[in-house]
């Protein structure tokens, strides 16, 4: 089955303590992106991969790092967590010239 | 700037009512503009899209949305709403860089 997946799905997290948060796609896109969603802000893009090795800003980068070393996988790092990091997290991907398909979500909690 | 405004933030409405939820956009160039739904627990999931062409596109679901371009406007309808529809619905734009509008929260009622 063609999907995004992403892991874990629920994370509860300490101020400062690095996580990294998963997520793989089955369907050889080359364009992958990371948002949050934030009650009354929408979805707000961190960061987004054009290819292996290719990665750049979205509009809220500040605080989270990337890596495209493969294309299936782009994880999301925090390297030192804060509690305004509290959200839910969406990875997507998709082929040239189409939309983009969304994972389940991952629920952060910083305290 | 890219910038995407949804101007109705919740709406309720009664199953088979007609539904018209507001989406402009400011984008200097060529537009790719869509709309997804998120029902409740669960990712967004693509209603429609505009890349070029009829500026009347059609959905899934019974949705669809109109591209004015002289109005930057990007608006989604369905000529009779069902329970099942309430969601929230985002609109967006982009193409590498994307940018979304804070959603509308629709709750139907039975």
């Known amino acids: 089955e063609a999907q995004v997946t992403q892991n874990p799905r629920y994370l509860i997290t300490v101020t400062g303590k690095k996580l990294t948060v998963t997520c793989s796609q089955n369907?050889?896109?080359?364009?992958m992106s990371w948002y949050r969603q934030d009650p009354g802000l929408g979805l707000r893009q961190i960061y987004y991969?054009?290819?292996?090795?290719?990665?750049d800003k979205g509009d809220v980068p500040e605080g989270y790092k990337v890596s495209r070393k493969e294309k299936r996988n782009f994880p999301l790092i925090l390297e030192s967590p804060s509690p305004n990091q509290t959200s839910l997290y969406f990875c997507?991907?998709?082929?040239?010239?189409?939309?983009?398909?969304f994972g389940p979500g991952t629920r952060l909690l910083v305290l | 700037a890219q910038s995407v405004s949804q101007h109705n933030h919740h709406v309720i409405l009664s199953e088979a009512a007609s539904l018209e939820l507001g989406c402009n956009y400011s984008?200097?160039?060529?537009?790719?503009l869509f709309w997804y739904v998120q029902y409740p627990g669960q990712h967004l999931q693509l209603l429609l899209k505009y890349f070029s062409g009829d500026p009347l596109v059609k959905g899934i679901k019974g949705f669809e949305a109109e591209f004015i371009k002289s109005k930057f406007s990007f608006n989604l309808r369905k000529p009779s709403v069902q329970w099942s529809d309430t969601a929230e619905y985002f609109c967006?734009?982009?193409?590498?860089?994307?940018?979304f509008g804070t959603g509308t929260r629709l709750k139907v009622l039975a």
């Open positions: 967006g734009l982009g193409t590498y860089k994307y940018i």
């Open positions: 991969s054009m290819n292996v090795e290719v990665t």
């Open positions: 997507a991907s998709r082929p040239p010239g189409e939309t983009q398909y």
């Open positions: 984008y200097g160039g060529t537009v790719n």
């Open positions: 369907m050889n896109h080359e364009y």
